[in-house]
Every structure is written in structure tokens, then in C-alpha cells.
């Protein structure tokens, strides 16, 4: 059987799951490690509706049985953390039509909250499954202040992990952070326990600043989602709608770890039975606490 080099996606939060019509809950009570993946055939194209014993999770190298599984139908709670400080003047019109448009896409029983950061960071609309009242917290954003990123990244990752089921976060930025109480390492080491994928789109300023690019594509790839460069506003739909497609087909395995060290790195290999020609995109491991 060919298989495309897999990658690996795995890290910790307090949840269990309990059976639920159409699906698995998960439920903050005990520890386990949630893993997102998506997985494509050799034209890339996704595969969904894959069965939970289609997948089989080692722990450095040691099988886990997977106590939860979501496929790609069941809903989603995903946060979005826009940037308003004074510097997306310009900016805003565009990337808050890109929003009402990535809005759209999610489906009816999908869960959106918005929230927006400058010198600190506030909720513009909470979890909420009426996506016009989501739309409307979008286009009330002005853009003034200084910039919090990392405490914003924080903030909204430690709110999100304690929902129930699939997570996301899309941050978008076009500024170096000079506002936040939290450092960059401290922030990427919360977001790593939250264990909520984060996509990041970062334009503008950013785009000039190297080690803020390295901090996002490392806060992307620790948690299992993308980072991105907008060169061009007139991409930012496009980039919107490649984070919504992946999100629709996004599986969810849970299993309980292994005991081990605290702190040490668990290397997580995701694979398929009974299925050639694929790869999974997912992140590599975590670390044990």
C-alpha cells in the first residue's frame, strides 16, 4: 500500500465524551489527547465519512484505542479574533467582508463567536448559532489602540477549549504585538495546552517583521492548523475559504494518554486501515502534563 508521509496532530485538554445522536460530545472531565485530522486521496481531494475503526493512533509507538470519534458532519465551535487596531484602517473594509463571507460558509449547526483586539482584547459576539447576529458584531469593529495579539491569542483559546466538540481559531493580524502583558513563548506554551487548532492570516506590517511571521507559523503548526501570508487584500477571501473547506472535513479522535513525565514530547502517528493512496494532515505530538 502507497501512503503519502503522513504528518501528526495530537495535545491535551480535560475532556471525555459521551454518545450523543449523530455523534460523540466531548465532556471536561478527565484527561485525553484530541486529535484533528484531515485526510485526502492522492488528488487531494478529501475523504469523508471514514468510520472510527478506519483509524488507529500510536502513541509513541504504543496503539491507543480511541475513546471519541467526530467525522467531518458534526458541528463546529470556531472563534475569530480579528485585529483592530488603528493600523487596519485601510485594511478593515475588505478583510470584514471576507469575514461575512467565511460566516456564510459555515453551516447551520455550526457555532461562531467573534472577537476583536487592540490594546486588549473583547467579545464582539459569543457563541452563537445566528451567523447574521455574528455578521453584524463583524461589521460594528472599528480600527483604534495599540496591539495585544498574544494576550488576545490566549484569552480566546482558554474560552473555546472548555466547548464541547470540534474547535477552531482564526486570528487575523497585520501588526507586531507591542501591547500584550503575555510574551509570544508564553502565549504559543497556553495555546499548545489548549490544544485548539489556530489558523493565522497575517498582512501589512507583519509581513515586514520575520520574527512575528516565525511566531504565527509556529502558534499554527503546535496546535494543528495554517499560517498565512496575505500579500494582497484581494486574497483574503480565497485564504478564508481554504480555512472553511478544511474545517468542514476535519475528524476529531480522542484517546486517553499513556502516563509519562510531565513535559515530555509524545510522538502521535495517525494512520489508516483498509485505505490506500492518502495522506492525513495533522501536527506531531504534544507534551505530557
Known amino acids: 500500500m502507497k501512503r503519502w508521509i503522513p504528518l501528526i496532530l495530537g495535545f491535551m485538554i480535560c475532556a471525555t465524551a459521551q454518545a450523543q445522536p ?29 468510520p472510527r475503526d478506519a483509524f488507529r493512533v500510536l502513541d509513541n509507538g504504543s496503539a491507543q484505542p480511541i475513546v471519541s470519534f467526530e467525522n467531518s458532519a458534526t458541528e463546529l465551535s ?39 483586539f487592540s490594546a486588549g482584547v473583547e467579545t464582539l459576539q459569543e457563541f452563537t ?8 458584531a463583524v461589521s460594528r469593529t472599528r480600527a483604534e489602540g495599540n496591539t495585544a495579539l498574544f494576550d488576545a491569542v ?3 483559546a482558554s474560552d473555546i477549549s472548555s466547548r464541547n466538540g ?23 506554551e497556553r495555546a499548545k495546552k489548549m490544544g485548539v487548532p489556530l489558523y493565522t ?24 492548523g495554517k499560517a498565512y501570508v496575505v500579500k494582497n487584500l484581494s486574497n483574503v477571501s480565497s485564504i478564508f475559504d481554504d480555512i472553511s473547506e478544511e474545517l468542514r472535513h476535519t475528524y476529531l ?22 485505505v490506500s493512496e492518502y495522506k492525513i494532515q495533522a501536527k506531531a505530538g504534544y507534551f505530557s502534563y
Open 166 to 188: 470540534k474547535k477552531a481559531i482564526i486570528v487575523f493580524t497585520d501588526g507586531e504585538d507591542n501591547a500584550s502583558v503575555l510574551n509570544a513563548q508564553r502565549a504559543i
Open 253 to 274: 479522535l480522542a484517546y486517553k494518554p499513556p502516563e509519562a513525565p510531565s513535559g515530555d514530547w509524545r510522538q502521535i502517528q495517525l494512520s489508516l486501515n483498509g
Open 78 to 116: 470556531c472563534a475569530i479574533l480579528l485585529d483592530t487596531t488603528g493600523s487596519m484602517a485601510a485594511a478593515l473594509p475588505k478583510v470584514k467582508n471576507a469575514i461575512h463571507r467565511l460566516i456564510d460558509e459555515f453551516r447551520e449547526n455550526d457555532w461562531v463567536a467573534v472577537y476583536g
Open 129 to 136: 448559532r445566528d451567523h447574521l447576529a455574528a455578521k453584524r
Open 201 to 224: 492570516a497575517a498582512e501589512g506590517d507583519a509581513l515586514r517583521r520575520p520574527e512575528l511571521l516565525s511566531q504565527l507559523k509556529e502558534l499554527a503548526q503546535l496546535t494543528g
Open 154 to 156: 490566549s484569552r480566546v
Open 22 to 50: 449523530g455523534g460523540f460530545v466531548f465532556r471536561a472531565e478527565s484527561r485525553m489527547v484530541e486529535v484533528y485530522a484531515t485526510v485526502l486521496d492522492r488528488r487531494g481531494h478529501y475523504l469523508d465519512d471514514l
